[in-house]
């Protein structure tokens, strides 16, 4: 059931989120891809357990969040969410992420050990090697490609974003996929996870390879891999019966 919705100013953007959910339960945070929005993972509602409080936000320039003129990156993003879980007065929170969302929640769970309980990551990086074979996928990616290929992901982008530009945000975009610096992917700071971690990818997704996934679960000392035959990278789009239930006995 649907509680509140707000914008929370923060570092110069609006920063959109929606909480739902038992008011009182357990914070669940709902993190979504690169060039998506909170709404991808709305098939996922119905099968997050009784007892939490699920909340969505929308990343700096998606959905309905203003992108600002900082650069953005993946600590930027991960700013973002602290300054939110601040302001919501969340000290303890578990993490469904997809792509760039796992990302994050890579990071958070990375940087705060004692705050983050359980995390869930679906088709999410967590390096950028040197000549990596999915970089020049992701930087080959352009509005003309998207608009193709995402009709609806763009249009509802041009819809519902306060100051649409998609040909930036997908510009900024790409700089936050092939960034290796420390603002980037979590690489060196993953043994710093302590809690459980649930790893799920489709078995044809081209972009976090099954030999990447392995290597890491067995890199975190407290963690569960699921590959899910017959999907490729949204997983949760096309199986999220299957995802959703995955989610719900994990938790």
């Known amino acids: 059931m649907f509680q509140q919705e707000g914008h929370l100013k923060i570092d110069g953007a609006s920063i959109y989120y929606e909480v739902s ?6 914070p669940l945070l709902f993190l979504h ?25 929308d990343f700096r320039g998606h959905g309905q969040s203003t992108i600002g003129e900082l650069p953005l990156s993946y600590q930027r993003y991960q700013e973002d969410i602290e300054a939110l879980l601040s302001h919501l007065k969340v000290t303890r929170y578990s993490i469904f992420g997809f792509s760039d969302g796992g990302i994050v929640a890579y990071r958070l769970a ?11 990551t679906l088709g999410s990086q967590w390096r950028l090697t040197e000549n990596d074979p999915v970089e020049p996928i992701l930087s080959s990616l352009s ?18 974003n306060p100051q649409p530009d998609f040909s930036t945000l997908i ?5 936050v ?27 044809n997704d081209f972009l976090f390879s099954r030999e990447e996934a392995t290597y890491l679960v067995d890199l975190l000392p407290d ?5 899910v035959p017959f999907s490729e990278h949204a997983t949760h789009q096309e199986h999220p019966e299957m ?7 994990f938790l």
């Not at 996929?177 to 459980?196: K, V």
Request: hydrophobic share 35%.
């Open 21 to 26: 959910g038992d008011p009182t339960g357990k």
């Open 33 to 57: 891809g690169g060039l998506g929005c909170m709404y991808d993972l709305n098939p996922l509602l119905d099968f997050v357990p009784n007892g939490y409080k699920v909340i969505s936000v």
């Open 110 to 120: 990375s940087a705060h050990p004692d705050s983050v309980e359980k995390v869930v």
């Open 143 to 160: 509005v003309e490609m998207s608009r193709e290929k995402f009709p609806k992901d763009v249009s509802r982008y041009e819809e519902i």
């Open 171 to 175: 510009d900024r975009v790409k700089a």
């Open 177 to 203: 996929w092939l960034d290796r610096s420390e603002t980037g992917y979590p690489f060196n700071q993953m043994t710093n996870i302590t809690c459980p971690v649930l790893i799920i990818r489709g078995d």
């Open 223 to 227: 963690s569960a891999f699921m590959n």
């Open 243 to 249: 995802i959703g239930l995955a989610l719900n006995q």
